[in-house]
């Protein structure tokens, strides 16, 4: 079986090393007789995975120690949620900035809890670009500011941390996390999806800042209580026991590629191959102003939209998959997170010029 280029958004394309290993682990994982999913989630094995996981990602991060790294359910989604929930801590506003649909979809969320300002919007100028510090109108008494840094659908990026006034940050990470080193010190919380750069779906990654545990709303939940997954290891109730594994080694991957610093030098290649042959082309164009471009989400338009169709059907017979653009926006869309290579971008220009030469 020849395998093919995965631009999907996410679930998004997993290293095929670590296919392989977990394909190779799947029916006796370490001669013990069984598959991961089939393991107690309390059992000594599985703990030493989940151990080792979360050293391996703390490394990768280099998260300092007083912070808690939680393994949660429900996706970044349900964390919309969970943050006003765990982070109001008695106060009744928050600071939110709006660059795309999921930062709305976190703001909406977060409404129904608070009473969200609005720091900052680019609705204006269809989420085409990030604000500048300057354009943030932040409140002194806000419980935290909520940002995105990466808008998958949009292909938006922030190039910077914003300033947060001293009140906690809080970044929804989930299109970019892994994809390069941070300053996890600058934020009060991270949340992350997983199914884009750190694994499968089913899992969302959590790193918390110890005094920001506890003093949630009365009515949360216990398994959504950041306070009570930390005091548990993650292990209140059963957690996505798979996709835990799985992260674990991709971890482990990210470690083997030379970590961070190298997986973002790998990335910024990719990214600046793409842009540049549609900046140079006069048959496709990017949306976003130049600064605030996403290494990780690519959309592009064909000069001619009645032509996606062709486009897209052409790519997939070229082994080229997933590159529509969300159904938001049209267009096309490549994602090109870390475990898609290089070499899967080169084919993706190569096709692009032929398309164009063809159609144009």
């Not at 120690?65 to 943050?83: D, H, I, P, T």
């Not at 110890?210 to 930390?230: H, K, M, N, R, W």
């Amino acid at each position: 079986m020849a395998r093919k280029f995965n631009f999907c958004a996410g679930p998004a394309a997993l290293p095929e090393a670590v296919l392989r290993k977990a394909s190779a682990e799947m029916l006796d994982w370490n001669g013990l007789g069984l598959s991961v999913m089939e393991m107690s989630h309390r059992s000594e094995e599985f703990t030493a995975i989940a151990s080792k996981a979360e050293s391996d990602f703390r490394e990768l991060l280099s998260i300092p120690e007083n912070y808690r790294v939680l393994f949660m359910q429900g996706g970044a989604s349900a964390q919309f949620s969970l943050v006003p929930m765990n982070l109001l801590r008695g106060k009744k506003r928050v600071d939110y900035i709006s660059t795309g649909q999921w930062s709305e979809k976190a703001i909406q969320e977060a409404s129904r809890y608070a009473d969200v300002n609005v720091a900052a919007s680019t609705e204006a100028t269809h989420y085409s670009r990030v604000p500048a510090q300057s354009e943030l109108k932040l409140n002194s008494d806000a419980a935290y500011l909520h940002y995105t840094p990466n808008e998958t659908i949009g292909g938006v990026e922030f190039g910077y941390v914003p300033e947060s006034s001293g009140v906690p940050l809080v970044a929804d990470f989930s299109s970019s996390i892994l994809s390069e080193p941070i300053d996890v010190s600058k934020f009060g919380l991270i949340y992350a999806g997983a199914q884009k750069n750190i694994g499968p779906a089913g899992l969302c990654i959590v790193i918390i800042r110890d005094d920001l545990l506890g003093d949630e709303l009365e009515q949360t939940p216990s398994v959504f209580s950041y306070q009570s997954i930390a005091k548990n290891d993650s292990m209140l109730n059963t957690p996505p026991t798979y996709s835990w594994y799985l992260a674990g080694l991709v971890f482990e991957w990210l470690k083997e590629q030379g970590g961070l610093a190298a997986i973002q030098a790998i990335n910024a290649r990719k990214a600046k191959k793409l842009y540049s042959y549609i900046d140079a082309s006069d048959f496709y164009t990017n949306p976003i102003e130049s600064g605030s471009r996403s290494r990780m989400n690519v959309p592009f338009i064909l000069a001619n939209e009645q032509l996606d169709a062709v486009f897209l059907e052409g790519a997939e017979k070229a082994g080229l998959l997933n590159l529509k653009g969300h159904r938001s926006v049209g267009g096309m869309r490549a994602s090109i997170y870390n475990a898609v290579p290089e070499a899967a971008v080169e084919a993706l220009i190569e096709y692009m010029k032929y398309f164009a030469a063809s159609h144009g």
